[in-house]
C-alpha cells in the first residue's frame, strides 16, 4: 500500500474520521526555476546538471546572487526546498576562483555536520578540485586535528566545538581566520532561548578574532519558517542580513490530519493516551510497509511507543532515536535511515532537523510539539523524494493540544512565531565575555557587541575580582582556569550521568544530563533504551553514575518534583481592572501583572509505576535526591484577595488559581515559539513579594531566555486563547483539555475560570 491507497482508506474509516478534526491536502506545486548563472565556475553548473539540477529554484538562484556580492543573507523556506545549494553553490564558488579562502559550516547536531561533509565530499571528488573539507567535532581523532586546522578548506563543526575547541586555540587556527571568507549557519530556528543566547555571545567572540586576523565573513544562514527570521539573524550574528523567504522549489501532494483520541470519561473530560492512539496508527501504516517515523515528547514515550510497535508489527525493522544514546548508536541508526533498512522510527526532536533520514511517506507528531515551526519541521520529514506523503497530528489530553485539535485552522491560517533570544542576559553575557578576555586582551574602549555600553562596566567588575589584569592598556586574563569549560551551551550544567550496564561488564549504554537525571535514573527507576527495561539499582550522585540491570518488566515510572519559587526583584508591572458594566463606570482594581527575577528551588520527591498498555498506576516510591536552585526571569499575577473571593467563594481561590496556572503554562507556548518544558508555571497561595494570592510563570532555564518577557507583553493574547480553550472544551466540570482534574471541588471552577480570565483578556 501507499499514501494514494492510505488516505481513501482512513477517509472511509468512520472510527477514525470521527476523531478527525481537520485534514488538509496540499496539492503537488510545480516549481520556479531560474537558469545557472553565467559567472558559475563551469564545472559546479556541469556536477550540478550531470546528477539531473539542469536549473535553480527561485531561491537557489537568489541566494547565490545575495552572497556572491558579499551580503549577508538569510534563507527561510520549508524543508525539503534545497536550501543546501543556497550556501553550497557560492561558497564552493569562491573557492574554485580563490585556492585560499576558507569556510566555516556550523550546525546543531553532529548527525547535520555528517550528512553535509558526506554531500560536500562528493561532489568534490566528482569535479576533481583540490577543495578539502573535514569536519571538526568531539569525534575528530587529535591525530587528524592538525591537518583540519592546516589544510581545510571547508570546516565543517557545531557551535559548542566552536566555543570550546576553536576559538580558545585561535592562534593555531590562523589560516583559518585569516582567509575566512563564508560562515554558514544552518538550521537557524534551533538557536532560540538558553541555546540561542549563548550562541549570539558564540558569534560575537569569532566576529571579535576574525576582525583581529584581518577577515570580514560573510553570513548565509538557513531557516524553517519562522515569524522573524531577518532580525532573528541579524540578532544572532549582530551584521544587516539580506532575507530571502520566496520559495521556488516544487512540492508534493501532502495530507495534513489533526487526531483527537476519543473521550472515555465524558465527566472527567479524560481522553484515550496519545501515546497508545499514536501506536493503533503507527502499527496499521507499519504493517503495510508504509515508512514511518513517529515524534514523541519525552524519553520515556519514545521508549513506550517503541516498544507498542516491537510487540504489535512483528518482523519489522523499528528503532527509537533520542539524546543520551552513545554516538555510535546513532550513527547506526542514521545509516539504517539513509538506506532503507530501517522501517519505523520513534524519536524526540532529535530528528526534526534536515538530516536525510531517507524516505518516509508518513509522519505521527505523538503531542503538539509546542510550535507550529517545530510541527511543520516534524511533518516535513515525510514526503522528501517527491512522491505524496501524510502527516498526522494525535492530540494529547493538555490544554495545549485541545485547543490545537478544537482550533485546527490555527496550524493552516496562523503565523508562524517569532524566534526569541536574550544574548545580553547578564549571566550568559559575564561568561562569554570571560571567554572573549582569554582569547584576546580587550582595550578598555572596546565594546563586546556595538550597542553595548556596559562592557568597560564589566571589565572593571572582572578586574576587582581578580579574574583579569588591566596593564599595558589592556585587560588580560588572570584566572588559572580555561573559562569556555566552565560552560556549557545547551544547559545550565557541564555534568553528564553515565548509564552502566552491571550484567555486561559495566558497559556504557547511555547518558542523561543533570537536570534530566534525578526524574529518570533515580534509584529504583526504570530506565528504557530501545524498548528494553532497566532497573537501576543504584544511582551514585557524586560520580555521576547510574548502576543498571536488564529486567522484562511491565511497567515504567514517572518521577514528580516539588518546586518553591521566590520573588527576589520587581521590574515592571501593568494593572488589570474589573470589566465595568453599563450602569457602574466605577473601576475596581483585579490584578496586577509584574516582571522581574526569582528563585527557583526544585527537589524530586516520589514516583509513580505506570502498567503498560493499560496505564495504570501500581503504586510509588520516594525520591531521596539533592535539591537544585537557580535564578531566573518570571511574569507573574497578583490577585486582589477580595477580588478573587468574589469569584466563587475563598474556599475556591486556591481551584481557580490552579485552573489558570495549568492553563498559562500550556497555552503560552503557542505564543512564545518554546518549548512547554521551557516554561513551568505555579500557583501561590500569598505571594512572598505581596503577600497577595499570585500565579507566576517562569523560564526554566538559568538566567532566563527572554520567554517571560514575551508573555509580559502578551498576555492578553495568550488570556484570550485560554478563555477559548476553556468555552470549547465539552467537559463538564474542567479535564486535563481545559483546566485541569477538578476532582476535588464542588464549585463551578471551570465556568469561574472564564469569568476569571475575561480581566486579561478584554483590556
Given at each position: 500500500?501507499?499514501?494514494?491507497?492510505?488516505?481513501?482508506?482512513?477517509?472511509e474509516?468512520?472510527?477514525?474520521?470521527?476523531?478527525?478534526?481537520?485534514?488538509?491536502?496540499?496539492?503537488?506545486?510545480?516549481?520556479?526555476?531560474?537558469?545557472?548563472?553565467?559567472?558559475?565556475?563551469?564545472?559546479?553548473?556541469?556536477?550540478?546538471?550531470?546528477?539531473g539540477?539542469?536549473?535553480?529554484?527561485?531561491?537557489?538562484?537568489?541566494?547565490?546572487d545575495?552572497?556572491?556580492?558579499?551580503?549577508n543573507?538569510?534563507?527561510?523556506?520549508?524543508?525539503?526546498?534545497?536550501?543546501?545549494?543556497?550556501?553550497?553553490?557560492?561558497?564552493?564558488?569562491?573557492m574554485?576562483k580563490?585556492?585560499?579562502?576558507?569556510?566555516?559550516?556550523?550546525?546543531?547536531?553532529?548527525?547535520?555536520?555528517?550528512?553535509?561533509?558526506?554531500?560536500?565530499?562528493?561532489?568534490?571528488?566528482a569535479?576533481?578540485?583540490?577543495?578539502?573539507?573535514?569536519?571538526?567535532?568531539?569525534?575528530?581523532?587529535?591525530?587528524?586535528?592538525?591537518?583540519?586546522?592546516?589544510?581545510?578548506?571547508?570546516?565543517?563543526?557545531n557551535?559548542?566545538?566552536?566555543?570550546?575547541?576553536?576559538?580558545?586555540?585561535?592562534?593555531?587556527?590562523?589560516?583559518?581566520?585569516?582567509?575566512?571568507?563564508?560562515?554558514?549557519i544552518?538550521?537557524?530556528?534551533?538557536?532560540?532561548?538558553?541555546?540561542?543566547?549563548?550562541?549570539?555571545?558564540v558569534?560575537?567572540?569569532?566576529?571579535?578574532?576574525?576582525?583581529?586576523?584581518?577577515?570580514?565573513?560573510?553570513?548565509?544562514l538557513?531557516?524553517?519558517?519562522?515569524?522573524?527570521?531577518?532580525e532573528?539573524?541579524?540578532?544572532?550574528?549582530?551584521?544587516?542580513?539580506?532575507?530571502?523567504?520566496?520559495?521556488?522549489?516544487?512540492?508534493?501532494?501532502?495530507h495534513?490530519?489533526v487526531?483527537?483520541?476519543p473521550?472515555?470519561?465524558?465527566?472527567?473530560g479524560?481522553?484515550?493516551?496519545?501515546?497508545?492512539?499514536?501506536?493503533?496508527?503507527?502499527?496499521?501504516?507499519?504493517?503495510n510497509?508504509?515508512?514511518?517515523?513517529?515524534?514523541a515528547?519525552?524519553?520515556v514515550?519514545?521508549?513506550?511507543?517503541?516498544?507498542y510497535?516491537?510487540?504489535?508489527?512483528k518482523?519489522?525493522?523499528i528503532?527509537?532515536?533520542?539524546g543520551?544514546y552513545?554516538?555510535?548508536?546513532?550513527?547506526r541508526?542514521?545509516?539504517?535511515?539513509?538506506?532503507g533498512?530501517?522501517?519505523?522510527v520513534?524519536?524526540?526532536?532529535a530528528?526534526?532537523?534536515?538530516?536525510?533520514?531517507?524516505?518516509?511517506?508518513a509522519?505521527?507528531?505523538?503531542?503538539?510539539?509546542?510550535?507550529?515551526?517545530?510541527?511543520?519541521?516534524?511533518?516535513?520529514r515525510?514526503?522528501?523524494?517527491?512522491?505524496?506523503?501524510?502527516?498526522?497530528?494525535?492530540?494529547?489530553s493538555?490544554?495545549l493540544?485541545?485547543?490545537?485539535?478544537?482550533?485546527?485552522?490555527?496550524l493552516?491560517?496562523?503565523s508562524?512565531?517569532?524566534?526569541?533570544?536574550?544574548?545580553?542576559?547578564?549571566?550568559?553575557?559575564?561568561?562569554?565575555?570571560?571567554?572573549a578576555a582569554?582569547?584576546l586582551?580587550?582595550?578598555?574602549?572596546?565594546?563586546?557587541?556595538?550597542?553595548?555600553?556596559?562592557?568597560?562596566?564589566?571589565?572593571?567588575?572582572?578586574?576587582?575580582?581578580?579574574?583579569?589584569?588591566?596593564t599595558?592598556?589592556?585587560?588580560?586574563?588572570?584566572?588559572?582556569?580555561?573559562?569556555?569549560?566552565?560552560?556549557?551551551?545547551?544547559?545550565?550544567?557541564?555534568?553528564?550521568?553515565?548509564?552502566v550496564?552491571?550484567?555486561?561488564?559495566?558497559?556504557?549504554?547511555?547518558?542523561?544530563d543533570?537536570n534530566?537525571?534525578?526524574?529518570?535514573?533515580?534509584?529504583?527507576?526504570?530506565?528504557?533504551?530501545?524498548?528494553q527495561?532497566?532497573?537501576?539499582?543504584?544511582?551514585?550522585?557524586d560520580?555521576?553514575?547510574a548502576?543498571?540491570?536488564?529486567?522484562?518488566?511491565?511497567?515504567?515510572?514517572?518521577?514528580?518534583?516539588?518546586?518553591?519559587?521566590?520573588?527576589?526583584?520587581?521590574?515592571?508591572?501593568?494593572?488589570?481592572?474589573?470589566?465595568s458594566?453599563?450602569?457602574?463606570?466605577?473601576?475596581?482594581?483585579?490584578?496586577?501583572?509584574?516582571?522581574?527575577?526569582?528563585?527557583?528551588?526544585?527537589?524530586?520527591?516520589?514516583?509513580k509505576?505506570?502498567?503498560?498498555?493499560?496505564?495504570?498506576?501500581?503504586?510509588?516510591?520516594k525520591?531521596?535526591?539533592?535539591e537544585?536552585?537557580?535564578?531566573?526571569?518570571?511574569v507573574?499575577?497578583?490577585?486582589?484577595e477580595?477580588?478573587?473571593?468574589?469569584?466563587?467563594?475563598?474556599?475556591n481561590?486556591?481551584?481557580?488559581?490552579?485552573a489558570?496556572?495549568y492553563?498559562?503554562?500550556?497555552?503560552?507556548?503557542?505564543?512564545?515559539?518554546?518549548?512547554?518544558?521551557?516554561?513551568?508555571?505555579?500557583?501561590?497561595?500569598?505571594?512572598?513579594y505581596?503577600?497577595?494570592?499570585?500565579?507566576?510563570?517562569?523560564?526554566?532555564?538559568?538566567?532566563?531566555?527572554?520567554?517571560?518577557?514575551?508573555?509580559?507583553?502578551?498576555?492578553?493574547?495568550?488570556a484570550?486563547?485560554?478563555?477559548?480553550?476553556?468555552?470549547?472544551?465539552?467537559?463538564?466540570?474542567?479535564?486535563?483539555?481545559c483546566?485541569?482534574?477538578m476532582?476535588?471541588?464542588?464549585?463551578?471552577?471551570?465556568?469561574?475560570?472564564?469569568?476569571?480570565?475575561r480581566?486579561?483578556?478584554v483590556?
Amino acid at each position: 500500500m501507499n499514501i494514494s491507497q492510505l488516505a481513501p482508506y482512513l477517509k472511509e474509516n468512520e472510527e477514525f474520521m470521527k476523531n478527525v478534526t481537520i485534514w488538509v491536502t496540499n496539492d503537488a506545486k510545480e516549481g520556479r526555476y531560474e537558469p545557472f548563472p553565467d559567472t558559475i565556475d563551469p564545472r559546479l553548473a556541469a556536477y550540478y546538471k550531470g546528477r539531473g539540477i539542469t536549473e535553480l529554484y527561485l531561491h537557489q538562484k537568489r541566494s547565490y546572487d545575495s552572497v556572491t556580492a558579499k551580503k549577508n543573507t538569510v534563507v527561510v523556506t520549508p524543508t525539503a526546498s534545497g536550501k543546501t545549494l543556497c550556501y553550497n553553490l557560492p561558497v564552493i564558488d569562491h573557492m574554485l576562483k580563490n585556492e585560499k579562502a576558507r569556510a566555516l559550516y556550523l550546525f546543531p547536531t553532529k548527525a547535520l555536520a555528517q550528512d553535509q561533509m558526506a554531500e560536500i565530499a562528493a561532489l568534490v571528488d566528482a569535479i576533481g578540485c583540490d577543495i578539502r573539507t573535514f569536519t571538526f567535532d568531539g569525534d575528530t581523532p587529535a591525530t587528524a586535528r592538525k591537518a583540519v586546522r592546516e589544510a581545510g578548506n571547508i570546516v565543517v563543526s557545531n557551535p559548542d566545538m566552536l566555543h570550546a575547541g576553536i576559538l580558545p586555540h585561535h592562534s593555531i587556527w590562523t589560516k583559518l581566520f585569516e582567509n575566512l571568507s563564508h560562515i554558514v549557519i544552518d538550521e537557524l530556528h534551533t538557536y532560540r532561548g538558553v541555546f540561542g543566547s549563548h550562541f549570539a555571545n558564540v558569534i560575537r567572540r569569532l566576529k571579535r578574532i576574525c576582525a583581529f586576523y584581518g577577515s570580514n565573513p560573510t553570513f548565509v544562514l538557513c531557516s524553517a519558517t519562522i515569524a522573524n527570521p531577518k532580525e532573528h539573524a541579524e540578532n544572532l550574528t549582530g551584521a544587516e542580513v539580506h532575507l530571502i523567504d520566496e520559495n521556488g522549489a516544487p512540492q508534493s501532494e501532502k495530507h495534513l490530519v489533526v487526531y483527537n483520541p476519543p473521550v472515555v470519561n465524558k465527566q472527567l473530560g479524560i481522553r484515550s493516551s496519545s501515546v497508545k492512539e499514536a501506536a493503533s496508527i503507527g502499527t496499521l501504516i507499519l504493517k503495510n510497509k508504509i515508512p514511518c517515523i513517529i515524534f514523541a515528547r519525552s524519553r520515556v514515550r519514545v521508549e513506550v511507543l517503541t516498544n507498542y510497535l516491537k510487540e504489535r508489527v512483528k518482523g519489522a525493522k523499528i528503532v527509537s532515536y533520542r539524546g543520551g544514546y552513545l554516538p555510535n548508536e546513532r550513527r547506526r541508526i542514521e545509516h539504517g535511515l539513509r538506506h532503507g533498512e530501517i522501517e519505523g522510527v520513534v524519536s524526540t526532536n532529535a530528528l526534526e532537523l534536515g538530516i536525510d533520514i531517507g524516505m518516509l511517506d508518513a509522519v505521527i507528531s505523538a503531542g503538539y510539539p509546542g510550535s507550529i515551526s517545530s510541527l511543520f519541521q516534524q511533518f516535513g520529514r515525510a514526503g522528501r523524494r517527491g512522491t505524496p506523503s501524510i502527516a498526522i497530528l494525535v492530540a494529547t489530553s493538555s490544554p495545549l493540544d485541545q485547543y490545537i485539535a478544537s482550533n485546527p485552522s490555527f496550524l493552516i491560517t496562523s503565523s508562524p512565531e517569532r524566534a526569541t533570544i536574550n544574548p545580553d542576559n547578564l549571566l550568559v553575557l559575564m561568561d562569554h565575555l570571560k571567554c572573549a578576555a582569554f582569547e584576546l586582551p580587550f582595550s578598555p574602549d572596546e565594546r563586546f557587541a556595538a550597542h553595548l555600553s556596559t562592557t568597560k562596566e564589566m571589565l572593571d567588575f572582572l578586574s576587582q575580582q581578580g579574574v583579569l589584569k588591566f596593564t599595558g592598556d589592556r585587560y588580560h586574563w588572570m584566572e588559572q582556569i580555561y573559562p569556555a569549560n566552565e560552560i556549557s551551551l545547551r544547559t545550565a550544567s557541564q555534568e553528564n550521568f553515565v548509564i552502566v550496564d552491571t550484567t555486561r561488564n559495566n558497559q556504557v549504554i547511555g547518558e542523561i544530563d543533570y537536570n534530566a537525571a534525578p526524574t529518570l535514573i533515580h534509584t529504583d527507576a526504570i530506565y528504557l533504551h530501545q524498548g528494553q527495561q532497566f532497573y537501576v539499582d543504584k544511582l551514585d550522585w557524586d560520580r555521576r553514575t547510574a548502576f543498571v540491570h536488564a529486567i522484562d518488566s511491565d511497567y515504567y515510572t514517572d518521577a514528580q518534583s516539588k518546586v518553591d519559587v521566590h520573588i527576589i526583584e520587581d521590574f515592571d508591572c501593568r494593572q488589570f481592572a474589573l470589566p465595568s458594566s453599563s450602569a457602574d463606570q466605577t473601576v475596581r482594581p483585579a490584578a496586577a501583572l509584574h516582571r522581574g527575577e526569582v528563585n527557583v528551588r526544585e527537589k524530586a520527591m516520589m514516583f509513580k509505576k505506570i502498567r503498560f498498555h493499560t496505564h495504570e498506576n501500581l503504586g510509588w516510591g520516594k525520591i531521596d535526591l539533592p535539591e537544585s536552585e537557580m535564578h531566573s526571569s518570571a511574569v507573574w499575577i497578583d490577585f486582589e484577595e477580595d477580588v478573587l473571593a468574589s469569584f466563587g467563594g475563598r474556599e475556591n481561590s486556591g481551584a481557580l488559581l490552579y485552573a489558570l496556572s495549568y492553563l498559562f503554562q500550556n497555552i503560552a507556548p503557542v505564543f512564545t515559539f518554546c518549548d512547554v518544558r521551557d516554561i513551568h508555571s505555579m500557583q501561590m497561595a500569598r505571594s512572598n513579594y505581596s503577600g497577595k494570592p499570585a500565579v507566576v510563570i517562569y523560564d526554566a532555564i538559568p538566567g532566563g531566555a527572554g520567554i517571560a518577557e514575551r508573555i509580559f507583553e502578551i498576555l492578553p493574547m495568550i488570556a484570550d486563547a485560554a478563555l477559548r480553550a476553556v468555552e470549547q472544551c465539552p467537559c463538564e466540570t474542567g479535564c486535563p483539555g481545559c483546566i485541569g482534574p477538578m476532582i476535588d471541588s464542588e464549585a463551578p471552577v471551570k465556568k469561574l475560570a472564564a469569568q476569571l480570565l475575561r480581566i486579561f483578556a478584554v483590556e
